[in-house]
Nanobody, 129 residues
């Protein structure tokens, strides 16, 4: 089990950038597969991006590809989500998630929230238009 703490959210204007961080406890962080999800008011939680252990592979929901970038720093036990050219529809609570078990390098295994064992408390991102 790993504890996750997100940070970096805030109120920004459309077109701005933000970088979210998710700090993980534990000494085996490099072995975890990580994901970012978001949930807007009244909507279901949706997949944003995922990254495999030691960052071999990355996965993005199509609509965000090119604006969002996921990365990780295993030495610091942190996964990042760089968000550029933010839009009002990006407003949501952003969550990071972790799992240690390998389910194969497939988009669907990173996009499925049920595949993750541990979740952070979320960080609010609000984009004003």
């Amino acid at each position: 089990q790993v504890q996750l703490i997100e940070s970096g959210g805030g109120l920004v204007q459309a077109g701005d950038s933000l970088r979210l961080s998710c700090a993980a406890s534990g000494r085996t962080f490099s072995s975890y597969h990580m994901g970012w999800f978001r949930q807007a008011p009244g909507k279901e939680r949706e997949f944003v991006a995922g990254i495999s252990w030691i960052g071999i592979d990355t996965y993005y929901t199509n609509s965000l590809k090119g604006r969002f970038t996921i990365s990780r720093d295993d030495a610091k036990g942190t996964v990042f989500l760089q968000m550029n050219n933010l839009k009002a529809e990006d407003t949501a609570v952003y969550y990071c998630a972790a799992r240690q078990k390998s389910l194969g390098n497939y988009y669907r295994t990173y996009a499925n929230p049920s595949a993750y064992d541990d979740w952070g408390q979320g960080t609010q991102v609000t984009v004003s238009s």
